[in-house]
Each structure stands twice: as structure tokens, then as C-alpha cells.
């Protein structure tokens, strides 16, 4: 189990905004991209089934690693970055995956497609930083997109707005379990009602590291864990900036929701009363 001290290490690493060429960007054709492996995927496969076996017989045998630590040599990994918005998850998990690309891996970037703020080719945060991205309706969609043989050289996927996928959790099994890859995965743990957000804490569980961040509340200046929604919108997925969102610490939090209700019993009050008026 990793630490949470080492995933913030991790994502410190690399402050660079622009895309490494090893990152998988979703255009056409694919093997114009850079391909950083000596080996290809079924070969490495190979050369890593061998070696683990090989590996094996000697931990048996006494000698070499332990056969759990070989098991762990060739499995992927889970990191869940979670917090309010505002909080910087986005440039967190940028950050992350470009410095896995720093290292020659290659990496991929997926976002919602129900998020279009900033156009559905980029990952953008906040402040202007961005990484080329696909935008999928669901994540299963995404190895038939980038088709199996490019699918198979990708080592670390990336996912922001996590909580708008419904089959995240499936999807980060079969990834890191089954094919191996190193998955980060960004995204609101909670609603704007504080209750949990899709499926992002569902794969908890799955995680080798989780790492909750936090904003600065936007009417005291402390941390913020919390997203207060400014309008009357009651749908759970309702996307928007700081126009309809701001982060909140715990107390502005409870003061917001008293300020929305009674702006909401006023308004109902009137809206009636003008119904009345009418008839
Ligand atoms: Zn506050």
C-alpha cells in the first residue's frame, strides 16, 4: 500500500504544463505517435511471464524475491485524487500522468464527454493548464477507440471528472488488475449536497493511494472541503464554474445552506403570491 506522502511526491515532480511527446493524444494516425518501449506489448508479456516464472522457482528454490513481491512487479496501480472543486485535482492529475511520460512511459488522458467548458479535446484546469485528452461517454468505450494494439502500449491512464463515468469502477479493475496499467483517476468525491458523487468512492477500495485535497473557502480564505452551489439548480450533474459553484469551509458551508433555503422559501413565497394576484 502506498502512502499518501509518496502520491503527493509523486505529484510534485513535474510542473510543466505542456504535453510530453510520449503522451497518447487522440489523433490519427496512431503510429506516428512516439513509441518509448523497446519491446512490443506481447513480447515484453512474454519476456515478463518468463522472467516471473523464472523468478518464482528461485523465491521457491530459497533464493531471490519473494514470490509476492515478483506478483507485484507486473500488476498495475490505482491512485485516487478526490477533493471540492477548485481544489486543483485537475493540475494534480496532469502533473502526474505528464511525469509518468517524463519517465518514458506512455500515457493516455480521459474526460467525460458531458464536460465541454473549455472545448472536448483538452483537459483544462482552472488556471489555464491543459493536456490533450479523449472525451468518451463511458470508459469502456475507450480500448475500442484507441483500438487493442495501441491499447495494450498505453502504461498509465488518466481520468478527470471521474465521478460522471458510471462503469469507473469496472473500468480501473479490468486496467490495473487485469491489463497492467497504471490508472489516476481525478474527480469530486461529493455533490454540492455532500453526498458521494458517481462512483469515485466506490474505488476506493481498489486504490493504492488516495489523496483528498482542498480549496480555500471563498469567504474566509481556510480550507475548503466542501462545494456550496449558488443557484436554485437541483440536479446532481450540473455542470458549471465559479459562476454557479465556490468551495466553502465547513462553516461557510452550513451558513450557505441556510442563506439558499431561505432565498428559496422567499422566492416561493412570491412567485404564490404573484399566482394569487393574477387569478
Ligand atoms: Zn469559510
Not at 106 to 118: F, M, Q
Amino acid at each position: 500500500m502506498r502512502s499518501v506522502c509518496a502520491m503527493t511526491a509523486l505529484l510534485s515532480v513535474c510542473s510543466s504544463t505542456s504535453l510530453r511527446s510520449s503522451a497518447f493524444i487522440p489523433r490519427a494516425p496512431f503510429l506516428s505517435l512516439p513509441f518509448r518501449r523497446d519491446l512490443s506489448c506481447s513480447k515484453l508479456r512474454l519476456a515478463r511471464s518468463i522472467s516471473t516464472a523464472a523468478a518464482a522457482v528461485k523465491a521457491r528454490a530459497g533464493g531471490g524475491r519473494p514470490l509476492m513481491e515478483v506478483r507485484a512487479a507486473q500488476s498495475g496501480e490505482i491512485h485516487v485524487i478526490v477533493g471540492p472543486m477548485f481544489a486543483g485535482k485537475t493540475t494534480a492529475l496532469i502533473r502526474r500522468v505528464q511525469a509518468e511520460a517524463a519517465t518514458g512511459r506512455t500515457v493516455a488522458l480521459i474526460k467525460s464527454d458531458k464536460d465541454n467548458r473549455y472545448g472536448l479535446d483538452s483537459a483544462v484546469t482552472h488556471d489555464g493548464t491543459k493536456m490533450a485528452c479523449w472525451a468518451l461517454p463511458k470508459l469502456s468505450s475507450f480500448q475500442d477507440k484507441l483500438g487493442t494494439e495501441a491499447y495494450d502500449k498505453v502504461d498509465v491512464i488518466g481520468i478527470d471528472e471521474a465521478q460522471f463515468f458510471d462503469d469507473l469502477y469496472d473500468f480501473c479493475c479490468k486496467a490495473a488488475d487485469h491489463d497492467g496499467k497504471i490508472v489516476v483517476v481525478a474527480g469530486l468525491d461529493g455533490d454540492y449536497k455532500r453526498n458521494k458523487f458517481g462512483s469515485v468512492l466506490d474505488i476506493i477500495p481498489l486504490a493504492d493511494s488516495v489523496t483528498k485535497l482542498t480549496a480555500r473557502c471563498e469567504l474566509c480564505g481556510h480550507r475548503a472541503f466542501f462545494t456550496l452551489r449558488k443557484t436554485q439548480e437541483t440536479r446532481t450533474e450540473f455542470i458549471g464554474g465559479a459562476d454557479v459553484y465556490m468551495p466553502v469551509c465547513r462553516q461557510h458551508y452550513l451558513d450557505g445552506q441556510i442563506v439558499i433555503e431561505a432565498t428559496r422559501i422567499v422566492m416561493e413565497v412570491e412567485r404564490s403570491t404573484v399566482t394569487h394576484a393574477l387569478k
